[in-house]
């Protein structure tokens, strides 16, 4: 299996946790490494963190990739090497993470990588022509939905704790107005396939939080719980999603509740990310559900303030890297389980009439 890396802001902690995490030749038993970068720049941070530069096979193109090797995708293959300003933004990192990850894009499309993970990116630097999105989850949308999975869905995993986003880089002030009964019973639907498809649950069990302190305390602090997230939580239920709630967030976590379910759709960005990262800070993994193919993320920022120091842990995108390798293979498990059981019965079917025709 090949999993295409992205340096994300090289003045980040991109390559640090990069290099951490594929320090392990062992990593290799497990998969192909493709990252997508500078090479000279992941030696320069290996300078930095005092360890041996790992053994790159640098190529312009991923089609050119050896199978059980360190890859090396070259986003600028003239040798230009532009410089770090390690805790800084820049016009020239916002540049190069955005070529890397196109870069890497088109390759997933293609097939030539079979998931993607993402380092972090700068959201502002980013920003151009090419880029006019709050984050990856938005752009990835935009880039790789097609067909019935055009849709993109933040999933925070880590272990059995999976906390969906309803609305993810939305204004604290748009939120009530974006969330809508369609809306909620659109992310139940794709949350509830990804449990199913990606993480092998079989009849999950979904936690809806309320947009409101107390879920509103029937309409004494908003009417948005019982007028909108309620009943979407109903028509769910009714087309067949185990949905359940609104439930206040704060006690829902604070008293664990977050544990009898399989997964939580939360109605904005703060109310599942807060608690979920203090819960899981170290190991939890960005996932983009909903659409055709796999993309990962560690669960945190570019890390300005501790980028360059040998201080960032790689847990984060060790954990993103092995939950891309066990969705990619989720899922073929499930396709072929679910793939044509109609065609492949009828045959056998077939076998036992002519069989007991005979005996007759």
Not at 82 to 109: F, I, N, Q
Not at 229 to 239: F, I
Request: charged share 25%; with cysteine; aromatic share 8%.
């Amino acid at each position: 299996m090949r999993i295409g890396i992205t340096h994300g802001d090289f003045n980040g902690v991109g390559y640090e946790v990069i290099l951490k995490a594929l320090s392990d030749d062992r990593m290799l038993e497990l998969f192909t490494p493709v990252v997508y970068g500078i090479p000279a720049l992941a030696d320069w941070y290996a300078g930095k963190l005092e360890s041996e530069p790992l053994s790159w096979h640098t190529v312009s193109s991923a089609g050119s990739v050896k199978n059980g090797t360190y890859n090396f995708v070259d986003i600028y293959p003239d040798g230009s090497v532009p410089e770090v300003h390690a805790g800084e933004s820049t016009p020239e990192a916002g540049k190069a993470s955005l070529m890397a990850l196109e870069m890497a894009v088109e390759d997933l499309k293609t097939g030539i990588v079979d998931a993607l993970v993402t380092a972090p990116i700068n959201k502002n630097n980013i920003q151009g022509e090419d880029f006019k999105f709050p984050g990856h989850t938005e752009y990835l949308e935009d880039r790789l939905g097609e067909g019935d999975m055009k849709k993109a869905l933040m999933i925070l995993c880590a272990g059995g704790l999976r906390v969906a986003l309803a609305t993810a880089h939305v204004p604290l002030s748009e939120v009530s107005q974006a969330i809508t009964k369609e809306l909620i019973i659109e992310k139940l639907e794709i949350f509830n396939r990804s449990l199913r498809r990606d993480f092998g649950v079989n009849n999950p069990r979904i936690a809806v939080l309320s947009v409101n302190p107390h879920a509103g305390d029937h309409g004494v602090i908003g009417t948005e719980d019982d007028g909108v997230v309620a009943p979407a939580v109903d028509d769910a239920r009714q087309a067949g999603i185990q949905a359940f709630g609104p439930y206040p967030s704060d006690g829902f976590f604070g008293a664990g509740h977050y544990r009898k379910f399989d997964g939580v759709l939360a109605m904005y960005h703060d109310q599942g990310l807060i608690p979920f990262k203090t819960l899981s800070m170290d190991e939890g993994v960005n996932f983009t559900a909903g659409l055709p193919y796999v993309r990962t993320s560690p669960d945190h920022g570019t890390g300005y303030d501790i980028a360059g120091h040998g201080e960032a842990s790689e847990e984060s995108l060790r954990a993103a890297i092995y939950t891309a390798i066990d969705i990619v293979r989720n899922r073929e498990r499930y396709d072929e389980a679910c793939k044509n059981p109609l065609e492949r019965s009828m045959p056998e079917r077939g076998h036992r009439q002519r069989d007991r025709q005979q005996q007759d």
